[in-house]
């Protein structure tokens, strides 16, 4: 399959790199920068670097959108910097890529991909929807064109991690999720119901670590940051959450997961803005373009994960 990843390229979204790129049926034909964890230029020098420095500079990184279209800016809230580090890869050091992104905007080649690859392309959000809302706005027909959209964001049936309702990513842009759920573009959530089931502890990142490769010693030290800010935020968890990674091996194999037929919406108005919710005007519609992961096969995911990312990282 054609993946697009569409990141704010903080930690768990460098694991989402590192799952796609050690996964043989996926071919990554782009990487776009949304913003989030970090701001979207951020994102991007970070996704230029770690593809590097897993082997893969060939790797087309494009600059999407910086901000939500209903805000004039984007600033990085401190809990992000708290979770993911200062620069987004929990504060470690690792060589800047040696070249640039392209000078498409990502919204663009979203769009050629579609018209290129159609139902072959998978597009993998693992931030804020702006770039797929702005490319499903610019070029509706997309829609029927692309194969799926595998987002990472929302919560069916656990609080959220902002507040009660929202869950991060749909809270950096709750129109551009409501949006792109509405379109009727094939998708599947992954949400807090099981990204928080998937867990990393520091016993996985120490045997990255030992590999003695520059790309195994930097995922360890990076992914060791948010380990330790989950201590904080999260102890009772017992480790990080692998949201970003979970989305792309849904993408790869959707039976690690049980996928609930259901259409989505989010709310935009009122208290609860940012809430990702059944939408009622649907909910007895027999055509359903969108699946909620509900359950996951945590074992099989993690033997996945560990599999194709220390492999990958061995080289
Ligand atoms: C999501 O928010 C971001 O901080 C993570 O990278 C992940 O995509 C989890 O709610
Ligand atoms: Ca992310």
């Known amino acids: 399959m054609k993946m697009i990843l569409d990141l704010d390229t903080g930690v768990d979204d460098t694991l989402a790199i590192a799952y796609a790129l050690g996964s043989p049926e996926v071919d990554l034909i782009g990487i776009t920068g949304t913003y989030g964890n970090v701001l979207m230029e951020q994102g991007v020098r970070n996704a230029l670097a770690i593809t590097e420095l897993l082997g893969h500079p060939e790797v087309p990184v494009y600059k999407g959108l910086p901000h939500a279209s209903t805000k004039d800016s984007f600033e990085?809230?401190?809990?992000?910097?708290?979770?993911?580090?200062?620069?987004?890869?929990?504060?470690?050091?690792?060589?800047?890529?040696?070249?640039?992104?392209?000078?498409?905007s990502a919204v663009d080649f979203i769009i050629d991909a579609a018209k290129t690859y159609g139902k072959d392309l998978v597009i993998v959000p693992?931030?804020?929807?702006?770039?797929?809302?702005?490319?499903?706005?610019?070029?509706?027909?997309?829609?029927?064109?692309?194969?799926?959209?595998?987002?990472?964001?929302?919560?069916?049936?656990?609080?959220?991690?902002?507040?009660?309702?929202?869950?991060?990513?749909?809270?950096?842009?709750?129109?551009?999720?409501?949006?792109?759920?509405?379109?009727?573009?094939?998708?599947?959530?992954?949400?807090?119901?099981?990204?928080?089931?998937?867990?990393?502890?520091?016993?996985?990142?120490?045997?990255?670590?030992?590999?003695?490769?520059?790309?195994?010693?930097?995922?360890?030290?990076?992914?060791?940051?948010?380990?330790k800010a989950y201590e904080t935020t999260a102890p009772y968890l017992g480790g990080c959450g692998l949201h970003d990674p979970l989305a792309v091996g849904v993408a790869v194999d959707p039976t690690l997961v049980t996928l609930l037929p259901i259409n989505m919406k989010v709310d935009v108005e009122g208290a609860t803005r940012g809430r990702t919710i059944g939408n009622e005007e649907e909910l007895t519609n027999p055509v359903k373009t969108m699946d909620v992961a509900v359950g996951v096969d945590v074992p099989r995911f993690l033997n996945e994960f560990m599999t194709r990312i220390t492999n990958l990282a061995a080289q």
């Open 76 to 104: 990085v809230m401190p809990i992000s910097a708290f979770i993911h580090g200062e620069n987004g890869i929990g504060d470690v050091d690792i060589p800047d890529a040696t070249r640039d992104a392209q000078t498409d």
């Open 126 to 227: 693992t931030g804020p929807q702006t770039n797929l809302a702005a490319a499903l706005r610019k070029a509706p027909e997309i829609k029927d064109e692309i194969g799926r959209e595998v987002l990472m964001g929302g919560a069916l049936t656990v609080p959220g991690n902002v507040n009660a309702w929202t869950e991060a990513n749909i809270s950096q842009d709750p129109d551009a999720a409501n949006f792109v759920f509405r379109s009727g573009i094939p998708a599947t959530m992954v949400g807090l119901d099981v990204t928080l089931q998937t867990l990393l502890t520091y016993k996985e990142t120490q045997r990255w670590r030992d590999l003695g490769t520059a790309a195994g010693k930097a995922l360890a030290d990076i992914t060791d940051f948010y380990i």
